[in-house]
């Protein structure tokens, strides 16, 4: 399901008219009903108070699917070792630089069509050209076919995941910045991730300006 039909569905069960939804929101109740008909979406600030009145995860209303085949030994087990943002700029050794303020070329990839589009919608007014792709295999062949500045990848995806496509990317353009953004955060995932070549690792869910500023 994607971030609306969630929505709608927990509303439905806690018995909650879309105005009543807003209203816990400090939203309008068009946005909502916007939401739930797959016409806009949330912000992705939202996404925690979201989860917070509506007693869903955020990974399940950003669309992640956590399954035992994307973990590691003893993951399974709950021994994930999850790290915020900040442990996770420790190890990238990441420095807060400017935002340079020159448009780039993006490349999204995520198999969530709410994270795509919200992540377009964010890049875009930031002045950035934004392509998409929803796995790892369309990924390639974009960055085989176009000129790209900067991709942007998920980690959990069905087929390939995203660790692999960074491989991959690496062996065919290792100049390429890449950036993973991810709730699989986990110690394990975000060390590979940089000695692979990764250049930064945001974690789900974010905030914008985290993001922004990763994409240089």
């Not at 105005?19 to 992705?44: F, N």
């Not at 990238?92 to 969530?112: C, H, N, T, W």
């Not at 998409?132 to 980690?155: F, P």
Request: proline share 4%; net charge negative; aromatic share 4%.
């Amino acid at each position: 399901m994607n971030i609306g039909e969630v929505i709608r569905s927990k509303r439905q069960e806690k018995n909650l008219t879309q105005a009543e939804l807003a209203e816990r929101l400090k939203v309008t109740p068009q946005a909502v009903s916007r939401w739930e008909m797959g016409i806009s979406y949330p912000d992705i600030a939202m996404v925690p108070k979201i989860s917070e009145v509506l007693r869903v995860t955020a990974d399940e209303l950003l669309g992640i699917r956590l399954s035992n085949e994307n973990l590691k030994p003893g993951e399974e087990n709950g021994n994930t070792d999850v790290l915020n943002q900040d442990q996770v700029d420790s190890i990238f050794d990441y420095i807060p630089e400017a935002v340079s303020g020159k448009s780039k070329r993006v490349l999204v990839v995520d198999d969530a069509d709410f994270m795509r589009m919200m992540l377009e919608d964010m890049l875009t007014h930031q002045g950035h050209i934004v392509l998409q792709a929803k796995n790892g295999q369309e990924c390639l062949k974009r960055l085989r076919d176009e000129a790209v500045d900067v991709c942007v990848l998920d980690i959990c995806m069905p087929g390939m995941d995203g660790i692999e496509v960074l491989r991959r990317i690496k062996e065919e353009q290792p100049g390429l910045r890449v950036v993973m953004i991810s709730a699989m955060s986990q110690e394990s995932n975000v060390k590979q991730a940089l000695q692979l070549g990764a250049d930064a690792f945001v974690v789900k869910p974010f905030q914008g300006q985290s993001l922004i500023e990763r994409i240089g």
